[in-house]
C-alpha cells in the first residue's frame, strides 16, 4: 500500500470503534441493490420466486449487509488502512431488519512493519440475531506505514 | 428435469480454473452503487479528496469488487452454469477480501476464478463451493485476494448423494 492511513492513532483492545445503525431495510432498496451490485439473483426482488425456492419473502443480499458494514468500517478506518475483510453470513436478514453494524478490537498485532489491529465485525438486527459475523485488519498507525 | 443435485461429479470440478473475466471501474455505475449503500465518505465521492489521500484516482469500497465481476460479467456465476446448479439454490456462505494495491475509477480488472474445494455438510443436504479468486489491474498490480463460498441448498431426494 502506498499511502498513509488516517484514522484512529491508538486502539485497545476490547473497543468498539465501529458502531452504526442503518435504518430498516426496505424492498426498493433491495431492488437498487439488485442493479448497482450485478447480483440479478431474483430471490432477493421477485416474491414469486423467492416463494418458489421455498422461501416465504424475499430477503436481503448478504452482500448488501456486507457493504453496510463497509461503510460502518471506512467511517473509521479509511480504505486505505483495510488490509482484510472477511465474513460468514450466519442468518438471512430479512425486509425490515433494521441493522447494527459493530467492531471490536481483538488484537493488536505489528505485520509487515506496520501496526494493524484485527476486528471482530458483526451484523445484528434488531432483536440481536447476528447475520454476519467476520473479521477485518486495519494498519492504524502512519508511523508504520512502508513504502 | 433431472433428479440430481449436480449435472456433473462436483469432485471433478475441484481445481477448475475458469476463463479470466474483465471488468471496468465506471465512475456512474460506482456512483449508484455508493447511494444504494448510504456511503457518503468524501474519499469516494470527491476526485480530489481522493488525490489528497493518496489515491491515483476515487478508490472503490471494499466489497465492491465482488459486484464488478457480475456487473460486467452479466450472467448467473459460471460455477453454477458448470455444476448445472439453478440459481434459487444458492445461498452465500462466506466472503473474504485480502487487499494488496487500491482499485480505483479507471481501472481495468482481471479476475480469475479457481474452485478450491466442493464439500458436502449436513447429511448432504447443503453442499459448500469454495472459490478462489485474484484480483490483478493494468498497472501490472496484484489487487486482491478474494475468497467466495457458495451454499447449494439439495433437492430432499439427492441429500446425501455425491454421485
Known amino acids: ?147 | 428435469m433431472t433428479s440430481k443435485a449436480f449435472s456433473i461429479d462436483p469432485q471433478s470440478a475441484v481445481g477448475h480454473v475458469f476463463a479470466s473475466q474483465r471488468a471496468f471501474v465506471e465512475p456512474r455505475r460506482l456512483k449508484f452503487f455508493l447511494e444504494t449503500i448510504g456511503e457518503t465518505n468524501p474519499v469516494y465521492h470527491d476526485t480530489r479528496a481522493a488525490r489528497e489521500a493518496g489515491y491515483r484516482d476515487i478508490p472503490i469500497p471494499p466489497t465492491y469488487l465482488f459486484c464488478l465481476q457480475s456487473l460486467d460479467n452479466p450472467g448467473p456465476p459460471a460455477v453454477l452454469e458448470l455444476l448445472g446448479v439453478d440459481i434459487g439454490r444458492i445461498l452465500h456462505g462466506e466472503q473474504k477480501f485480502a487487499f494488496h494495491h487500491p482499485a480505483c475509477v479507471g481501472d481495468e480488472l482481471v479476475f480469475t476464478t479457481r474452485i478450491r474445494d466442493i464439500t458436502n455438510k449436513k447429511g448432504g443436504t447443503l453442499t459448500m463451493i469454495t472459490q478462489d479468486i485474484r484480483v490483478d489491474n493494468g498497472h501490472d498490480q496484484h489487487v486482491a485476494d478474494v475468497v467466495s463460498i457458495i451454499v447449494v441448498r439439495n433437492p430432499p431426494h439427492t441429500a446425501g448423494a455425491t454421485q
Open chain 1, 1 to 147: 500500500m502506498s499511502h498513509c492511513p488516517a484514522g484512529p492513532t491508538s486502539l485497545t483492545v476490547g473497543e468498539i470503534p465501529v458502531n452504526r445503525h442503518f435504518d430498516p431495510i426496505t424492498r426498493h432498496e433491495l431492488a437498487l441493490y439488485c442493479g448497482a451490485s450485478g447480483d440479478h439473483n431474483p430471490i432477493h426482488v421477485d416474491i414469486d420466486f423467492a416463494r418458489s425456492s421455498g422461501f416465504p419473502d424475499v430477503f436481503a443480499h448478504g452482500m448488501f449487509i456486507m457493504a453496510r458494514l463497509g461503510v460502518a468500517l471506512n467511517e473509521v478506518f479509511p480504505p486505505s488502512s483495510v488490509r482484510e475483510f472477511g465474513v460468514r453470513f450466519t442468518a438471512i436478514t430479512q425486509v425490515g431488519a433494521g441493522i447494527t453494524c459493530q467492531g471490536r478490537v481483538t488484537a493488536i498485532e505489528i505485520i509487515d512493519g506496520e501496526q494493524r489491529a484485527r476486528l471482530e465485525m458483526t451484523a445484528r438486527d434488531q432483536d440481536g440475531d447476528i447475520k454476519l459475523k467476520g473479521e477485518a485488519v486495519v494498519a492504524f498507525d502512519p508511523q508504520g506505514e512502508q513504502e
